[in-house]
Nanobody, 115 residues
Framework: QVQLVESGGGLVQAGGSLRLSCVAS????????MGWYRQAPGAAREYVAG???????NYPDSVKGRFTISRDIAKDTMYLQINNLKPEDTGVYYC?????????WGQGTQVTVPS
């Protein structure tokens, strides 16, 4: 079973940028899709970006233009670039991967943007 480990979170002032990383324990070529969710305190988990097997990307309107998902297949790593951070971006960011064995999740990385 693939294991995912996120990193790159932190405390950043509004307007700043962060790049989150998600390292997989084995090749991500087998993943049908990968992506990121986030969860703000007291809120449901929210989808923020996805990347398909063919490299196509998808974002909800709420983050389009500020979030960019990418992957480095050689490094088995997926990234989430977040620009122009806003207080409402605060939350725990989780990466996921879906393959033939089902869906897999990382433990999350905290992003805090003070208001």
């Amino acid at each position: 079973q693939v294991q995912l480990v996120e990193s790159g979170g932190g405390l950043v002032q509004a307007g700043g940028s962060l790049r989150l990383s998600c390292v997989a324990s084995r090749s991500i070529l087998s993943a049908y899709s990968m992506g990121w969710y986030r969860q703000a305190p007291g809120a449901a988990r929210e989808y923020v970006a996805g990347i398909g097997e063919d490299g196509s990307t998808n974002y909800p309107d709420s983050v389009k233009g500020r979030f960019t998902i990418s992957r480095d297949i050689a490094k088995d790593t997926m990234y989430l670039q977040i620009n122009n951070l806003k207080p409402e971006d605060t939350g725990v960011y989780y990466c996921f991967a879906i393959d033939g064995a089902g869906d897999h999740w990382g433990q999350g990385t905290q992003v805090t943007v003070p208001s």
